[in-house]
């Protein structure tokens, strides 16, 4: 693979350490799936995904809407909750997986994969770390789970009957997401059943047979221990239906014929004597229709890795009660299916076949090599191939081909022709679609038997039904196939105002197609464009460059990205399949290596995203025609460049996807720099064709202020929560001293009252004391006027009389006296009981207020600690930092002649007779300005005939080749080479013409 200026290196490290441009970042979305026809909440897992206001699904029938919070004090209106959606799926949605997408202030993310179930799913709750904590669940079920920590287990209880099957498929890599998961089966007693890693599509997969009746366990963790918010799972658990293998693998295109299935839980399946580790496989006949044109076929409802990207297949479930099987593929094959023949394991038993055919094989049982033969004649053209590691199997496929003869003695010769192993190069690390399958373009060298060995590196150890293969030896069908990669795996493809980006088509080329390949895009939205590329016929990988308009208005589009040929006098059009990186990694610096191959998969749809940002750089490549050299040329392409916003660095520059051989030019552009040209150097043996390349910018120390609008609103936001805040402590302030207020008056008007209560009581007790008092008086009084009548003469008791009565009557005034006091007093205290329940009731309304008052106080003081803390975070990371920032040029197209020159054609014939001489007129046509001379020698020449080596000065065209034959020379038709010599750039460019010379014999004269 050439070094690339866009290569990323697998790392795990935090954004803010090798910051880019933001693009909106989906890594995981929890739980990761729903059963159709349910409504579940999401929460996201990502980066830059800020204002994220929108999940894009690519199925209609699966919508969402943003969780929103309840009315506040401090939000009269309901606010969205950041990262959590919730979502529906209708319940006609087929299962199966989807892709999912947020929208944002930074575009439209990456996607990641949401799938569906038709059965009941629940998501789990922690803690269940242990036996005794385990979540308790009833079967069949999904179990949405996340492994949020390195030392995070999950484990479940159920409970099964005797005799039941029941499978546990845990999907986690099928969902993108990062966990490793290594599942165990325990007993109610906590002993180990079984466990398992890797049972089925590289993830857990248990077969469990339930030995009795009562409660089990499941236990799910990760095989390094590794842990965050990206570990999820949907592990499903229940007798589903499960399809191991179909058998034949592939079909003819348009066929609808019967296939074998090989599974487990199979409704109406029969026993098989075949087992997967021990567990025994049922078989169920079925139909499966293929389509007539499997190129342009929808995708199969499932996880897709990029060596499988260019196959193409169809999907197969099979219905139980009530719950989908997994899916199953059936691939379209190149010729007529033959079945492998059991007794084929040495080449003495070697299968005989008829080509075009495509055998339908395994590698099975353990140790298994397969051999097959068949007969071919001399420049017969075959590609041979074998598929098995395309069809997601963990196989290596070795081809070796082998050609039979007798000698004189009957005996069989055996001559190895060739070996054949893995396909392909990596093109792109983002999307490496190198596989181990094997395949090799065969030539017969003569009649002859052909013999083909095929195994698999691994069949020694281990034996296992579900291995399959395709061996096809086909007449060639040069074709094609394409995958559309956006180039940058940090998010979604993003484009800013005046920016460019680029998609990666990268092609198969079916059975050596050499003839160039258009690659076209359509559904841009307004303002963007896209020049069309060339792939030429050396090239696997072609960049598609957009270009947003400097007034490019923010949007959305899904994109179709064509591929056209002309491949054997047709007009063959192939739509590009779409994929995706798994993984954001940070980019190189131009001179750093290429990575390891990141995760990857292929996806639904190439969805663009315009933001309203600016580019800080832009460069153009003069693309106002083809540019046009000789194989040992040089370009030299000029180039624009425009600085914005203050961007004052040097830019580093170099081309890419350029052919084979063309030495890799790289350059600068200084700050200031608005012009330039760069040279392309070609050597003698860089491939002829059309191609289209570009510049790749890196873009260095650009300062860049992270979402300053976020910054701003939450500057805004801080100061009215800082004026609620203080308006709210000011207010709890007052309101704690018109509380102290109020206190003081109940306290003062209760002791008042207490104290007109005991005044009160005093003139009471006096009333009464002065009531009795007078009583006395009053009895005293009549005592002693009745003793006073009694002896009216006594002047004593007369003058008693008048002393008893001014007694009663000064009691009658004290008593008076004493009832006024006691009414007033009683007045007064009624009025003190009046004044005393007012004051407590305001000191209630007093004590209400300044409790509220400082419970919003309390609440303003947090929301003002959160919206400072927001407001801080928002500030530096808006504050400028120096960042690196990657963008291409516009691209080019450039046409590579074979030479400099073409020959005209020379006569069919050029006749002379035995002793003369002639001249045979050479004129050439000079291409792209090449003036300099060229040399015309003989090669490969006649007995008895001279003929002069001669050049073509610089500027001319013509000249004439002087032949000369002797008197002797051998009459009759001669075959003659002339060689042609040019020198471009100080290397030697040559080409031979053949030529017929016609020698007529002279006879002597008598």
Known sequence: MRTTLMTFLLVFVPQTLYAQLPASRLDSIFPAGAQAGATVEVTLG??????????????????????????????????????QFIVTAAGNVPVGTYDVRVRGKYGLSNPRTFDLSNFAELTET??????????????????????????????????????????????????????????????????????????????????????????????????????????????????????????????????????????????GGQPTELAVDGNQLQKLTVNVALPGDPASHPLVNARIDPEQAFLDTVEYRVQGQPMLSN?????????????????NNTPEQAQKLTPPCEVAGQFYPQHDYDWYSFDAKQGDTYTIEVISHRLGLPTDPLLVIQQITKNDKDEEQVKVLAT???????????????TVDASYKFVAPVDATYRVNVRDGYSALRSDPR?????????????????????????????RKGDRTTIDVLAERRDNLEEPIVVSVTGLPAGVTSSEVTLGPSMSVATLVLTAADNAAPAIANLQIVGKAKIEGRDVTRV??????????????????????LPARVSRQVVLSVTDEATPFAMQLKNDKVWETTRAGILKIPYTAVHRNNYKGQVQCTVENLPANINRTNFN???????????????????????????????????????????????????????????????????????????????????????????QAQAKKAETDAVAAQKQADEAAAKAKAAAAAKPDDANLKNAVTDAEKVATDAAAKVKAATEVAVAATKAFEEAQ????????????????????????????????????????????????NINYWTASTPITIKIHEYPITLAALPEATRLKQGEKTELPLTITRLVEYADQVSFTVVRGVSGVSIQNVNIPKGQTQIKLPIAAAANAAPGSQEVTLRATMRVNNQSLTFDQPFTLEIEKVEAKK
Not at 57 to 62: A, L, R
Not at 174 to 195: C, H
Not at 576 to 597: D, E, F, H, V
């Open 467 to 495: 291995l399959v293969y395709r061996l096809a030896i086909r007449k060639q069908q040069p074709d094609f196939r394409l995958v559309a990669v956006p180039r940058d795996p940090w998010g979604g493809l993003v484009l």
């Open 669 to 759: 552009i200084a700050a200031g720099n608005a012009s330039g040209e760069f040279q392309l150097t070609l050597r003698n043996n860089t491939p002829a064709g059309i191609y289209t390349l570009h510049a790749g910018a890196f873009v260095a120390a650009y300062s860049y202020a992270r979402n300053p609008e976020a910054a701003e609103a939450a500057k805004k936001r801080k100061e009215e929560i800082d004026k609620i805040a203080a308006d709210a402590a000011k207010a709890s302030k007052d309101a704690a001293t018109a509380k102290q207020q109020a206190d003081k008056a109940a306290t003062d008007t209760a002791n008042a009252g207490k104290a007109a209560e005991q005044k």
């Open 327 to 343: 899916t199953a593929c059936v691939g379209i094959a190149t010729a007529p299916v033959v079945l492998e023949v059991d007794t």
């Open 126 to 267: 922690e803690p269940n770390n242990e036996l005794d904590a385990a979540t308790e669940i009833t079967l069949p079920l999904t179990v949405n789970g996340q492994v949020n920590g390195a030392s995070d287990v999950d484990v479940y209880r159920f409970t099964a009957q005797a005799g039941q099957r029941i499978l546990l498929d845990c999907r986690a890599r099928r969902i993108d997401s990062l966990l490793d998961p290594v599942l165990s089966v325990y007993d109610a007693k906590g002993r180990e059943l079984v466990n398992n890693r890797d049972g089925y599509a590289k993830e857990a997969f248990i077969d469990f047979q339930v030995p009795a009746a009562g409660d089990y366990y499941v236990r799910i963790a990760d095989a390094l221990y590794r842990g965050n918010a990206n570990y999820v799972y949907r592990l499903a658990i229940g007798p589903m239906p499960h399809i191991d293998y179909i058998f034949p693998p592939a079909g003819p295109a348009g066929s609808n014929n019967q296939y074998t299935l090989y599974g487990r839980n199979l409704p």
């Open 576 to 597: 590009a399949r779409a994929g995706t990186t798994n993984m954001s990694m940070r980019m190189l610096q131009p001179n750093q290596a290429p990575p390891n191959s």
């Open 420 to 434: 054949a192993d893995d396909i392909g190069t990596r093109d792109r690390a983002q999307f490496d679609t190198r």
């Open 46 to 83: 990502g980066g830059d995904l800020d204002d994220a206001a929108e999940l894009r699904f690519s199925h209609p029938g699966i919508t969402a809407k943003p969780k929103m919070t309840e009315p506040t004090p401090f939000n009269k209106e309901p606010q969205p909750v950041p990262n």
């Open 834 to 881: 009046v004044k005393s329940k007012e004051a407590a009731e305001k000191k209630t309304a007093a004590d209400k207020v300044a409790e509220e008052a400082a419970a919003f106080a309390k609440a303003a003081a947090d929301e003002k600690k959160v919206t400072d803390k927001r407001a801080t975070d928002t500030a530096n990371a808006a504050k400028a930092k």
